[in-house]
């Protein structure tokens, strides 16, 4: 297995929702923008695979375990959008702008598309990947 902090290697799907993971809470640092697609895309499949059994089977059985692990992941999420804000040179407070309706995801989104900043910044050293 690849090491998952090795420099100038593509961070793969794996290694990146292994190193959300391992930093479940941490919100301090920066995350790449391959690291936090790449969890979002996970989170996604995840809770798309549950809401597809519960209502393909009727069991409020996977409705259910998609609700617990919705919530399981609530805190990372948090967190490695926080990280990326971070990359991107703002503060985590900037996640807020999501409880504006409609526009403020879309904010969301075009920030954390946005490109790192280059070198350290503030919030810590450019993340590898």
């Not at 993971?21 to 690291?35: D, I, Q, T």
């Not at 499949?45 to 609530?74: C, D, H, P, R």
């Not at 959008?81 to 409609?102: C, K, Q, V, Y």
Request: proline share 5%; hydrophobic share 55%.
């Amino acid at each position: 297995m690849a090491n998952i902090n090795m420099p100038g290697a593509p961070l793969s799907f794996e290694n990146a929702v292994r190193r959300v993971l391992s930093n479940y809470a941490g919100f301090s640092g920066r995350a790449s923008r391959a690291e936090f697609w790449w969890f979002m895309l996970f989170t996604f499949i995840v809770s798309a695979v549950f809401g597809v059994l519960a209502v393909v089977t009727g069991l409020k059985f996977f409705a259910w375990i998609q609700n617990i692990i919705g919530l399981a992941l609530l805190i990372p999420s948090l967190a490695v959008g926080a990280r990326r804000l971070h990359d991107t040179g703002r503060a985590a407070g900037w996640l807020f702008i999501n409880l504006i309706p409609a526009v403020g995801f879309i904010i969301y989104v075009v920030f954390c598309a946005q490109p790192s900043q280059v070198g350290p910044n503030r919030f810590g050293e450019q993340p590898a990947n």
